[in-house]
Nanobody, 115 residues
């Protein structure tokens, strides 16, 4: 069973930075795509950033230029570097991966941006 464990998150002031990590239980290149999603209170879960096995990256418009997704195969980990954080970035952030139609989710980590 694939396991994804998110590390990081927490509280930060507007303009601050945080880095999230997602550690997988297996070789991350086994997955077609890995990425980050988030869900704010009362809202639907939304895509933040994804990276596919070939290295193609996709960002939500709302985070372009502020967030960076990256990966380290040796550590079986993907990262989300979040800079210039805004209050509207407050949400639970989830790591997701898929192998064809099978998808896997982490347990989520809270990110709170407030003064």
């Amino acid at each position: 069973q694939v396991q994804l464990v998110e590390i990081g998150g927490g509280s930060v002031q507007p303009g601050g930075s945080l880095r999230l990590s997602c550690v997988a239980s297996e070789n991350i290149f086994n997955f077609n795509t890995m990425g980050w999603y988030r869900q704010a209170p009362g809202k639907e879960r939304e895509l933040v950033a994804t990276i596919n096995v070939g290295g193609k990256i996709n960002y939500a418009d709302s985070v372009k230029g502020r967030f960076t997704i990256s990966r380290d195969g040796a550590r079986k980990t993907i990262y989300l570097q979040m800079n210039s954080l805004k209050p509207e970035d407050t949400a639970v952030y989830y790591c997701r991966s898929n192998i064809l139609s099978r998808e896997y989710w982490g347990q989520g980590t809270q990110v709170t941006v407030s003064a």
